[in-house]
């Protein structure tokens, strides 16, 4: 990586834990559970086989399906954090998904226990602060929204700081999940959830209009209404951006068309993010480089995307300074 931006102390707040492990650690930890693989779940050149959207997330569901106790959860979240502090991450919280794990029978509370584990090495090895996002699947409807929020708003967690909810955006509709929404933020969690990736501006509307939400998971596409632009700049609504991912979904055809610029020009808070790293033949630390590259962004703007991005994250206050502090202005 080039040197200036190798040292650029960055942060990722828009990544999912079950779309970072690569398909050797799939396999490894398919094997040592005795998991036979779905055929057809890598390329020739070994990465994950898909081709759209809906194809992403069945292979994602797949990947997942190795999983299968709670040293595994502690095995990818090591991994995936210590990946994001070789690359000069000062701090990044990752999408969690208790229906991915529950669906292998593996408890919420055996998760948590698995992935804390996790932080905790990499925090004392690694110069990196992580933290844990509850992430409720779209797909799988309101009901199972609600008994995720419950799951975690009755088992708090330390390294547990927000809420979210990612999965098939042309499913059921924002309001839908108001009740979920609603329990985790009335305790005290701050949420954010995934809009206007493959839905348009419409779906960022009602993202902000029916969700107590700070935060939209990529967002992107509200670049197709200016007055949404205003709203989400005037409401500190941050934008979690991850271009690698957008290209390879095929929601821009290249990173000319894509809108980060247009965004930040905005006024509206910024981060660059991976995504599904192990999907997107990406990085945290790849993203930074292509906004150097294709958005010709200044080390100086680079800086301060990651600290816009502090300032979005859902750690506590003190953190935050402590964090900030770190980044040059
Ligand atoms: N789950 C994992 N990655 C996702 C994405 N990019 N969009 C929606 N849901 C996801
Ligand atoms: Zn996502």
Same mark, same amino acid.
């Given at each position: ?12 707040? =828009?990544?999912?834990?079950? +779309? ?13 559970? %005795?998991?036979?693989?779905?055929? +057809? ?24 399906? !190795? ?28 999408? $969690? ?9 593996? %408890? ?6 698995? !992935? ?11 110069? &990196?602060?992580?933290?844990?996002? $509850? /992430?409720?699947?779209? =797909? ?5 929204? &609600? ?9 708090? =967690? ?32 701050p949420c954010t959830t995934h809009a206007g990736e493959v839905c348009g501006p419409e779906s960022v509307w009602d993202a902000i209009n029916c ?10 596409? /509200? ?8 709203e989400l700049a005037n409401r500190n609504i941050a934008l979690e951006i991850c271009p690698g991912s957008n290209l390879a979904l095929n929601v ?5 068309? =894509? ?11 910024? %981060? ?30 680079? !800086? ?16 935050? %300074?402590?964090?900030?502090?770190? &980044?040059?202005?």
């Open positions: 990586m080039d040197n200036q931006i190798k040292n650029i102390p960055k942060v990722e707040l =828009h990544s999912h834990l079950e +779309g970072t492990i690569s398909p050797p650690l799939v396999r490894r930890i398919a094997k040592r559970n %005795s998991i036979t693989l779905k055929d +057809g779940l890598f390329t020739d050149e070994d990465k994950f086989a898909w081709e759209d959207f809906v194809g992403f997330l069945n292979a994602y569901d797949e990947a997942s399906f !190795c999983l299968r106790k709670s040293i595994d959860y502690e095995d990818i979240t090591y991994e995936y954090f210590k990946s994001c502090a070789l690359e000069g991450v000062i701090y990044a919280e990752t999408f $969690i998904s208790p229906d991915h794990a529950d669906a292998v029978g593996i %408890s919420y509370q055996e998760m948590i226990l698995g !992935c804390a584990k996790g932080i905790e090495r990499v925090e004392k090895e690694f110069d &990196i602060v992580a933290r844990l996002i $509850i /992430s409720c699947v779209r =797909h799988l409807g309101p009901e199972k929204a &609600i008994e995720v929020a419950k799951l975690m708003t009755d088992n708090p =967690h330390k390294y547990v700081v927000g809420f979210g909810m990612g999965g098939n955006e042309y499913m059921y509709t924002m309001n839908d999940f108001s009740p979920a929404y609603n329990i985790a933020v009335n305790a005290g969690y969700l107590p939400v700070s935060r939209i998971g990529h967002g992107v596409r /509200s670049v197709e209404d200016r007055e949404l632009l205003t821009y055809p290249n990173w000319e068309s =894509h809108p980060l610029n247009e965004i930040l020009g905005s006024g509206i808070s910024v %981060s660059l993010n991976s995504d599904d790293p192990a999907f997107f033949d990406t990085t945290v630390g790849k993203e930074y480089l292509n906004g150097s590259k294709f958005f010709n962004l200044s080390t100086k703007e680079l !800086c301060n995307i990651s600290a816009m991005a502090i300032k979005a994250s859902f750690v506590d206050k003190k953190t935050k %300074s402590r964090l900030l502090s770190k &980044i040059p202005q």
